[in-house]
């Protein structure tokens, strides 16, 4: 994790291609991203966003996704010009520092611990999807019909009235028990992936995620454009305009949708793990290793500049197929869930979220659903537990607790592999609630944006090179984008903490 040295890794030299083709064939790291984005912020959390404010805070979250992309540019650029991994820059940036460590890498260890903790909601959520399409005991089964009548009576009150059964007055019937399926599956999912982990490398992991990504997004697509025939459920003009308006949702008793949305802003887009771990992904793909080691040369800042032209397309390509996945989720989540009154939480969460599919697809929609929550769920769970081995081995060596090599990573990387997803999943197995660990991890990741949109700002204004300056737009966007995650983690610090200092 290193600049490279060796003789091989300088017979990687290259330079950057300059044709359209021949950049989208170097596009990976940020495709990878996408596959751990759509997943737990756009599935779980941006659709419970939609269901408590309606149309409210569209606005909010197209802007959480595009604002993000100038820091995870200037993070990748850094390392991909130096070398150095992401935590590795953040640990000697100046300022107060523990035990020669920069305090917000620190902090960046208890984020990822709530992070461990979200995969153990991501693992849930796929155990719930399963144990509903192929229920192992009698108690699933009757779970899930239990489940389907109780969804069912509250779509066709909004169908038949207008009025969705919380405001009518009427109160859900009771659900039953799930039974040890969704557990049992869960546990599973996790061996499975362990092995998968152990076993795998850089270009199984990037065709993988792609696959799941793009299969996905378009039935959530076509999902969306198909409702739109649907006089009950449509998004009407009005209420795209309210959802552009950049207006707060009144208040709602019981409900704070504006909480909600500051915690699904650290995970919608590219949260903060995942600008932490995209430029580990950029040196795995090779995109330091083709510009070489950093010299005084005109040849080397040729490849420097085609590279850093490759590392953008990839960044912004991503940011498209996760804001346009992130959009259709939420819109989702408020035409059908908020106008039915449904909330997806606990361990009902994945079969309340399929009923967004039942307008279109009808007694097909579960099943659709439950292939594509699979999918997605799972793609977020590969690729974070993939992640999170490289990140976490790379902090050993930080925290001074295993010598670094490349040998000696890549053995730590496949042992951490191994493990994450059985943390993960025992993490769920103690607390059932996916919705909650997925908030709570938000809810950090929200803190720690301001952390390294300062990190990504330092990196701009120090080891430059004069031949290699962006442009001074881009330092415009790169400021208001920091100041856009300063406002969200302030605010979200405040609404958190303020009731505790009586503010």
């Not at 009698?138 to 899930?144: H, L, R």
């Not at 969705?164 to 659900?175: K, Y």
């Not at 208040?251 to 915690?263: I, S, Y």
């Not at 996916?434 to 990190?455: D, H, K, S, T």
Request: aromatic share 10%.
């Amino acid at each position: 994790m290193s600049a490279p040295s060796t003789p091989a890794e300088k017979a990687s030299v290259r330079p950057a291609p300059t044709t359209l083709g021949g950049i989208l064939r170097e596009l990976g790291p940020g495709l990878i991203v996408a596959g751990a984005v759509v997943g737990s912020g756009e599935l779980i959390a941006t659709t419970a966003v939609g269901a408590e404010a309606g149309f409210w805070l569209l606005w909010l979250i197209i802007v959480g996704c595009v604002i993000k992309v100038f820091v995870q540019v200037e993070l990748g650029r850094y390392v991909i010009l130096t070398g150095n991994t992401t935590l590795r820059g953040v640990a000697r940036l100046p300022g107060w520092k523990i035990r020669g460590i920069h305090w917000i890498v620190w902090f960046w260890l208890a984020m990822f611990i709530t992070s461990t903790a979200q995969q153990g909601g991501i693992v849930g959520g796929v155990g719930q999807a399963l144990s509903i399409a192929v229920p192992l005991t009698e108690k699933g089964a009757a779970y899930n019909e239990s489940a389907e009548e109780r969804i069912q009576a509250q779509l066709e009150q909004v169908v038949e009235t207008g009025v969705a059964p919380v405001e009518a007055g009427i109160e859900p019937a009771p659900m039953l028990a799930p039974g040890p399926d969704p557990y049992i599956w869960a546990v599973v999912i996790a061996l499975l992936t362990s092995a998968v982990l152990f076993w795998g490398r850089y270009g199984f992991i990037e065709k993988t995620v792609t696959i799941l990504v793009a299969g996905f997004t378009l039935v959530t697509l076509v999902n969306l454009a198909l409702l739109q025939s649907n006089p009950d459920w449509a998004v009407k003009p009005e209420e795209w305009a309210q959802g552009l308006s950049f207006r707060v949702p009144p208040p709602v008793e019981g409900l704070n949708p504006v909480a909600t949305a500051l915690a699904t802003l650290g995970i919608i887009g590219v949260a903060a793990g995942e600008l932490v771990f995209y430029p580990y992904w950029c040196l795995e793909k090779g995109y330091a290793a083709h510009i070489g080691p950093r010299e005084d040369s005109d040849e080397w800042r040729e490849r420097a500049r085609g590279w850093l032209r490759v590392l953008r397309w990839d960044a912004w390509a991503s940011m498209g197929v996760y804001t346009v996945s992130t959009v259709g989720f939420y819109l989702l989540g408020a035409s059908v869930l908020g106008r039915a009154g449904l909330h997806p939480e606990g361990m009902d969460m994945i079969r309340t979220l399929a009923s967004m599919y039942e307008p279109v697809f009808n007694e097909t929609a579960v099943t659709l659903f439950l292939v594509a929550a699979v999918v997605i769920l799972y793609s977020t769970f590969f690729v974070t537990n993939a992640s999170k081995a490289r990140v976490f081995a790379d902090a050993l060596v930080i925290f001074g607790l295993r010598k670094a090599g490349s040998e000696n990573d890549r053995n730590w990387i496949r042992l951490l592999s191994l493990a994450f997803p059985i943390v993960s999943v025992v993490i769920f197995l103690l607390i059932p609630k996916p919705r909650e660990l997925v908030l709570v991890a938000g809810m950090m990741q929200a803190f720690l944006l301001p952390m390294l949109a300062f990190a990504a700002i330092w990196f701009r204004y120090h080891n430059r090179d004069p031949a290699l300056e962006p442009s001074l737009l881009w330092d415009i966007f790169l400021w208001i984008s920091g100041l856009g995650l300063l406002v969200a983690g302030g605010w979200m610090a405040l609404s958190k903490f303020g009731p505790l200092l009586g503010l």
